[in-house]
Structures are given as structure tokens and as C-alpha cells.
């Protein structure tokens, strides 16, 4: 769901960018940001808990958001947009499938971690598992916002990803075979 999280952003970013057209290349740059920054927990600490923050990233989000609307730059709106994009990241991980590495086994009951009250969010299983079809749609639905506002550097960086989303959704299945088959090495 990367690239969905990144289309998310870049959909809240597009409003941004049709308000405050100056600020339009910083909104996109935090918005990608924070689409991605949640799942830095992939590589250090546990996935959909240690850097996953559903409940608190609404804070700088609001924050940040007061100080791009009171006191306008390149950096708060850049900031408002990485931490609104988070924000939403995090909160909807709990629409998809669990944070095993075959999702659609739904063998997990670990949607994401609520820090707040210390406790997992069950997966809703509204979007089946990350790469499936209808998570490629969303993305495509979601990143439409950013093709039509954004001039043409931006609209090829959001296209190269629907690209790369739709190469991601047609090997998804394979990608757990993959990873043990490296992990394992030959033989």
C-alpha cells in the first residue's frame, strides 16, 4: 500500500497546490514524505507499531497545518503535508489486511498499533492485502487529483509510480516466495 499511501498524500497535497500555488512543490515533497514515513518501521523496530502512530501524528498535523496557514513558507506547508500524510497513512492501515507477509491468509489480527490505548486495531480487510486490484485502483483514484494539478515534473514522478504500483500489483502474490527463496538462499 506505499503507493496508495503516497497517492493519499499527493491528493491532499493537490488541494494545497489549487489554494497556494507557490507552495505547491513543497506540500508534494512532504506529502510523499509522509506517505512513506510510517513504514520506515519495515526496516528498524516492528511494522504498524513502531513508527505508526494513528492517533498522534494528528497532532504536528494540526500544528504545523496553524503555523502554514498563520505564518506561510515552504517549510511548515512542507511539514503540514508530511505530517497529515502520515497521519492518514496510519489510520488506514487499519482498512487493509494484517501486517503478515501474506495478507490475504488473514492470519493476523495486528492491523495497526494504537500507542494511545496499547493495543493493536484489528485489520478491516476493506482493501484485501497491499498490491491487490482494488488497492491499485484507489491508488490510481487517489493519485488523479495530482495528474490534473500539477505541472509536468510532478505529473511524471506520480505517473512512474502508478507504473511502478501496477508492476507491484501484478508480482504481489510472488513476493513472500521471493523473500524466503533470498532469505534461504539457493537450494
Same mark, same amino acid.
Request: glycine share 8%.
Given at each position: 500500500?506505499?503507493?496508495?499511501?503516497?497517492? !493519499?498524500?499527493?491528493?491532499?497535497?493537490a488541494?494545497?497546490a489549487?489554494?497556494?500555488?507557490?507552495?505547491?512543490?513543497?506540500?508534494?515533497?512532504?506529502?510523499?514524505a509522509?506517505?512513506?514515513?510510517?513504514?520506515?518501521?519495515?526496516?528498524?523496530?516492528?511494522?504498524?507499531?513502531?513508527?505508526?502512530?494513528? %492517533?498522534?501524528?494528528?497532532?504536528?498535523?494540526?500544528?504545523?497545518? =496553524?503555523?502554514a496557514?498563520?505564518?506561510?513558507?515552504?517549510? =511548515?506547508?512542507g511539514?503540514?503535508?508530511? %505530517?497529515?500524510?502520515? =497521519?492518514?497513512?496510519?489510520?488506514?492501515?487499519?482498512a487493509?489486511?494484517?501486517?503478515?507477509?501474506?495478507p490475504?491468509?488473514?492470519?493476523?489480527?495486528?492491523?495497526?498499533?494504537?500507542?494511545? !490505548?496499547?493495543?493493536?486495531?484489528?485489520?478491516?480487510?476493506?482493501?484485501?492485502?497491499?498490491?491487490?486490484?482494488?488497492?491499485?485502483?484507489?491508488?490510481?483514484?487517489? %493519485?488523479?487529483?495530482?495528474?490534473?494539478?500539477?505541472?509536468?515534473?510532478?505529473? %511524471?514522478?506520480?505517473a !512512474?509510480?502508478?507504473?511502478?504500483?501496477?508492476?507491484?500489483?501484478?508480482?504481489?502474490?510472488?513476493?513472500?516466495?521471493?523473500?524466503?527463496?533470498?532469505?534461504?538462499?539457493?537450494?
Amino acid at each position: 500500500m506505499a503507493f496508495t499511501h503516497v497517492a !493519499a498524500g499527493l491528493a491532499l497535497a493537490a488541494t494545497v497546490a489549487v489554494v497556494a500555488p507557490a507552495y505547491a512543490v513543497p506540500a508534494a515533497a512532504g506529502a510523499v514524505a509522509g506517505g512513506l514515513l510510517p513504514d520506515l518501521d519495515l526496516v528498524v523496530g516492528a511494522h504498524r507499531r513502531t513508527v505508526h502512530f494513528p %492517533a498522534l501524528y494528528w497532532l504536528p498535523a494540526a500544528l504545523f497545518g =496553524a503555523v502554514a496557514v498563520l505564518v506561510p513558507s515552504a517549510l =511548515a506547508v512542507g511539514l503540514a503535508l508530511a %505530517a497529515l500524510a502520515a =497521519a492518514v497513512h496510519s489510520v488506514s492501515d487499519a482498512a487493509g489486511a494484517g501486517d503478515e507477509l501474506r495478507p490475504w491468509e488473514r492470519t493476523s489480527t495486528n492491523g495497526v498499533y494504537l500507542h494511545v !490505548a496499547r493495543r493493536w486495531v484489528a485489520p478491516r480487510y476493506w482493501v484485501r492485502y497491499d498490491g491487490a486490484p482494488e488497492d491499485l485502483l484507489l491508488a490510481v483514484v487517489l %493519485a488523479a487529483p495530482a495528474l490534473v494539478v500539477y505541472d509536468p515534473p510532478v505529473r %511524471a514522478l506520480v505517473a !512512474a509510480m502508478l507504473v511502478l504500483a501496477g508492476g507491484y500489483s501484478l508480482v504481489r502474490k510472488r513476493v513472500p516466495a521471493l523473500a524466503e527463496s533470498l532469505l534461504n538462499g539457493p537450494g
